[in-house]
C-alpha cells in the first residue's frame, strides 16, 4: 500500500512500521514510533484495531468486500483507484493545513495536534446538506443512534425525520417511499444508503447519479 500511495518514495522514505513491531500483541499501538501521537496520520482499514488513544489519528481504508460489495468489477476498479488518489490528496491537505498553520500563527510545532484537523475536514465533506432517511430501519428504533444517521453527521450533513424545503437528499431503501415519492416531486437528490458510506471512504461527497433507489425493493 505504502508503494502505491507513493510510488516515488517521496513522502514515507521508507519509514514503516508493521504490526508486529508493536509492543502490544492484541492491539496495534504507536508505542514504538519516534514521534509524537498529535502529530500522526494512520492510515487502516478499521480502527478497532487500534489503542483507544489512537483511534482518533486513524483514516479509514474499507476493505475489499466493504465499500464495492455492491459494484460491478469495473465500477470497483474505477473507485478503488479514485479511492487511492483521493487518500493521497487528503494527507497532502492534512499535512498542509497542519504544517503551514503553524507557521502562519506562530505556533510551537509541538503545540498542534492532527486530529481535530482530521474531524474538521471530515466535517466539510457533506456540510450544507440535509438529509431525511426513508424506510432504513424499523419505525420502533429511533434515528438518531442508527449508524447511517451517525455517519451522516460526522461527515457533517443534518439529519431530520421530517420533510421540508430545506431538505437537500433524501436516502431510502425503495424508490415507492412516500419520502421517495416527495424527493423526486419537489426535485430533492433520492439516493441509496451506498451513497453515504462511499462518500465517508471516498472524503468527497460522491456524484448522487451513481446511487440511484432500486425500484424492486419491498417496502418496510
Known amino acids: 500500500m505504502a508503494k502505491l500511495l507513493d510510488p516515488a518514495n517521496q513522502i514515507f522514505g521508507g519509514r514503516v512500521i508493521s504490526r ?10 504507536l508505542d514504538n514510533l519516534l514521534a509524537r501521537e498529535s ?4 492510515l487502516d482499514d478499521t480502527k478497532d484495531v487500534w489503542q483507544n488513544n489512537n483511534q482518533d489519528n486513524v483514516i479509514v481504508m ?7 460489495s455492491l459494484l460491478k468489477t469495473d465500477e ?15 494527507l497532502r491537505h492534512v499535512h498542509t493545513i497542519f504544517f503551514n498553520e503553524v507557521e ?3 505556533w510551537d510545532l509541538i503545540d498542534r495536534d492532527v486530529r481535530p484537523v482530521l474531524k474538521i475536514l471530515q466535517k466539510e465533506v457533506l456540510e450544507g446538506c ?3 432517511f426513508s424506510h432504513m430501519w424499523p419505525s420502533n428504533v429511533k434515528g438518531d443512534i442508527h449508524p447511517l444517521w451517525k455517519l451522516a453527521e460526522q461527515l457533517g450533513a443534518t439529519c431530520s425525520t421530517q420533510v421540508d424545503p430545506s431538505v437537500t437528499h433524501v436516502v431510502a431503501a ?6 421517495s415519492c416527495w424527493a423526486v416531486k419537489k ?3 433520492l439516493v441509496n444508503p451506498q451513497w453515504i458510506d462511499t462518500t465517508l471512504f471516498m472524503w468527497q461527497r460522491q456524484p448522487e447519479y451513481n446511487f440511484p433507489c432500486q425500484t424492486n425493493i419491498k417496502q418496510i
Open 62 to 68: 474499507p476493505s475489499n468486500s466493504e465499500p464495492y
Open 187 to 189: 426535485g430533492k437528490f
Open 20 to 29: 508486529s513491531d508493536s509492543t502490544d500483541e492484541d492491539r496495534k499501538a
Open 104 to 106: 502562519l500563527k506562530g
Open 39 to 42: 502529530a500522526v496520520v494512520i
Open 174 to 179: 425503495a424508490a415507492r417511499t412516500q419520502k
Open 76 to 90: 470497483c476498479e474505477r473507485y478503488g483507484g479514485a479511492y487511492l488518489a483521493s487518500v493521497l490528496q487528503l
Open 130 to 132: 440535509k438529509v431525511v
